[in-house]
């Protein structure tokens, strides 16, 4: 008895497109997984970052509460396998930090003092423990928490004219400015403060700063900053 063939196979109709649309859906279902797993590596990695960044922080305050009680920089990137460079780094970056807040500090009080009043950058510098007056300018240069225009009322000692009574303040600094928006000069700032004066010297007018608007002496500016 013959069998007829049509009875057992299944006969698919041949429709345009058909392929084509499953190759897309797969695609598009590729592509949903490997952005899913990729926005699930991210979160994932900010999360690791976040957790690195506080342990990192961790670290080195431990290594700065075991410098100040005198474990050497050596012993202590042995115990937190480090090189010594690194250690000595988290060391300065520190200081550093410690530094510009403390300058910033002494600005803001100083700003803040009645009668308004000028400093020098060396009893600046001694005021706030740092040392010199170079790093009292390093630290004034990259300060955020110091606008330029309480920056101007730290002056270099050498402008100090025993014969004029005062700080000549020049007309014009090319390596110093204010902030932003604001293009004033130092002279303009102290200008703006009434702390300047304006005097006839055989070269023609200038503008000082009376000495008795500058505290040199970096005792009496501890105290101030201190208040």
Excluded at 53 to 63: K, M
Excluded at 72 to 83: D, I
Excluded at 154 to 159: A, K, N, S, T
Excluded at 197 to 219: L, N, Q, R, Y
Aim: charged letters at 20%; glycine letters at 8%.
């Amino acid at each position: 008895m013959a069998t007829s063939l049509l009875s057992t196979t299944t006969i698919r109709p041949t429709i345009p497109g058909a392929d084509l649309s499953l190759e897309d859906a797969r695609t598009a279902a590729e592509v949903g997984r490997v952005i899913s797993r990729l926005e699930a590596l991210a979160s994932e990695q900010e999360r690791l970052q976040a957790k690195l960044a506080t342990l990192r922080d961790e670290r080195d305050r431990l290594i700065l509460r075991g410098l100040a009680h005198g474990m050497s920089s050596s012993e202590l990137a042995a115990r937190a396998r480090l090189t010594g460079a690194r250690v000595r780094a988290i060391a300065d970056a520190a200081a550093a930090s410690s530094a510009r807040e403390r300058v910033a500090t002494a600005v803001a009080r100083l700003v803040a003092h009645t009668p308004a009043m000028c400093t020098t950058y060396g009893a600046l510098a001694d005021a706030v423990g740092i040392g010199s007056a170079k790093g009292v300018a390093s630290s004034l240069a990259s300060n955020p928490d110091v606008s330029g225009r309480a920056g101007a009322r730290v002056l270099l000692l050498r402008w100090a004219a025993p014969t004029l009574g005062g700080y000549v303040i020049p007309a014009s600094e090319p390596a110093w400015q204010t902030q932003g928006e604001d293009t004033a000069t130092r002279l303009e700032c102290l200008q703006d403060e009434g702390l300047v004066t304006e005097v006839e010297t055989p070269d023609g007018s200038a503008w000082i700063v009376p000495f008795d608007k500058v505290c040199a002496d970096h005792v009496r500016l501890s105290q101030i900053v201190a208040a």
